[in-house]
């Protein structure tokens, strides 16, 4: 194989994470040598499993197709050779059925490619739970009188919600077989890329509008009559700032502890920014913050009303059910990078 072809194979592996390298400058001059790396010995094994199953799949094949052919020749001498009545249809019934029979050797029907199959799965078990969570967060949101009224709500919430969110894995059936035959279909259009190298450093003008963005967001939920006069030059009418005018109850303890919070997401993005990149401190701490964010909001959606008026505080703990979700899929992509930081440090170096 060619330099020019092994590589870059080999630097295409090592960014997709299936190897690793380091150099050696041991014996004359650096020399670069690369090893699997956990996620590269797990596709190895993948692979050898794969590959033993199509050895085993080809040699079942052939073994059915000998057998049959056995059997047809068997039917054929018996017919010849003037056998008994009973033989023929002993020998078809160990045949099998004509469908089974005709399984055997025509190719299957695949409506989901087994690349897929993983996706397909993750999406349909997240998209019905999430339907499922914000139908029981709308379903609950005044506190039922009774057992018996938490009953007739869950009743209304299996026949409204719960049964017609099965319609979700459906649409993505349809999706996912569209796919699959639009890559049969046309396969020069769907060109797969690999990954690209997650990176520490940070775009400094992303971050610092971020850290303004939430600066400002930070300062209109801390004083939202104030933003009001600034938006409107302070031509709005009383009930415009009655709609905002926070609970008492939300004031004394949680609308403290959510401003808290929010002073230190602003905080480590700061400190991200100034530094120009992740480390582990701050990704540790980012996830810390992720897990507290979570459980505040929590706190906010069940721990009673956040404004006054109902109609502005059932809008806004819609918009916070949303922001949790959000969160919580932040949180798990954190946490499947570090695994994989962790793992990838965890690796013994060749000496």
Sequence with gaps: MEEGTLYPLLRRLESQEVLQSEWRTGQGQPRRYYRLSPQGEQLYQRLIRSWRG?????????????????????ASTAEAGGAEAGEAPALLTAFGRPADVAARYQPTITIIDPADSRTFLKASVIGVALIWVIGLLNAFQHRPASVGDGLLVLRDFY???GLPALIWPGILVVWFGAAAWARRRWPDTGVWKPRPEERDAVNRSGSASAVVFFAAG????????????????????????????????FLRLRGPVVLAVMIAGIALLTAVLIRGRWEP??????????????????????????FRQAATDQTVKGTIGLIVLIVLADLVRRVRRQRRRVAMRAVPKIS
């Design 159 to 161: 026949f409204s919600v």
């Design 218 to 249: 930070t300062a209109v939920l801390a004083d939202p009559a104030g933003a009001l006069d600034l938006v409107s030059g302070g031509r709005l009418g009383a009930p415009a700032y009655a709609a905002f005018a926070y609970d008492d109850d």
């Design 54 to 74: 199509l050895n085993d799949a080809k040699a079942e094949a052939a073994a059915s197709t000998k057998e049959a052919g056995a059997a047809e020749a068997g």
């Design 281 to 306: 401190a701050t990704r540790r701490a980012q996830l810390v913050l992720n897990v507290v964010t979570c459980a505040v909001l929590l706190w906010i959606l069940f721990g009673g009303a956040v």
